[in-house]
């Protein structure tokens, strides 16, 4: 079964690159925040903050991007080798999401502070490609989960595969 040839995901990717370019403001609306002072540094004045759009773009984006694809890249590379199991995979991408949500609104909120258009666009961009990726990790569930998940050698899940 093929999904696509190479030129038609550069156009997509460009077209989305394209109407993101579209949908963020210009400079003009940039605003310098000075998010807190010292004393006031807490998580939740931090998590508060992002939510409702006070805080500069790459303070919101790089934490939780770093936490998050490390976190997946961990649980996918427990299920390749067979450490976790099919409904262990399930529940960590699904405990996951809440957070995923949170960035992305935090990240579309945040995206007028920063002094360059293009970071708005790409963190925008890569916001989206995460719930690409939560697309394919569900393919991946439903149509290959023997070959992903090597379930010729798994005894006690093997109904899981299914």
């Excluded at 460009?14 to 310098?32: C, E, H, M």
Aim: negative net charge; glycine residues 4%.
């Amino acid at each position: 079964m093929q999904f696509g040839t190479i030129s038609e995901y550069i156009f997509t990717i460009v077209f989305f690159l394209g109407l993101l370019t579209i949908a963020t403001p210009f400079n003009s609306f940039y605003r310098d925040t000075e998010w807190g002072r010292v004393s006031e540094l807490t998580l939740y004045r931090y998590l508060f903050d992002s939510w409702i759009g006070q805080v500069k773009l790459w303070l919101v984006f790089w934490p939780f991007f770093i936490l998050l694809n490390s976190t997946l890249f961990m649980v996918d590379s427990l299920a390749r080798e067979g450490e976790f199991t099919v409904s262990s995979w399930d529940a960590m991408h699904l405990i996951l999401f809440t957070p995923i949500i949170f960035w992305t609104v935090a990240v579309w909120r945040n995206a007028l502070n920063t002094s360059i258009r293009f970071w708005a666009v790409l963190a925008r961009f890569m916001t989206l490609a995460v719930f690409f990726e939560y697309g394919l990790k569900l393919v991946i569930r439903m149509d290959y989960p023997r070959i992903f998940f090597q379930c010729q050698e798994a005894v006690l899940d093997y109904s899981a595969c299914f």
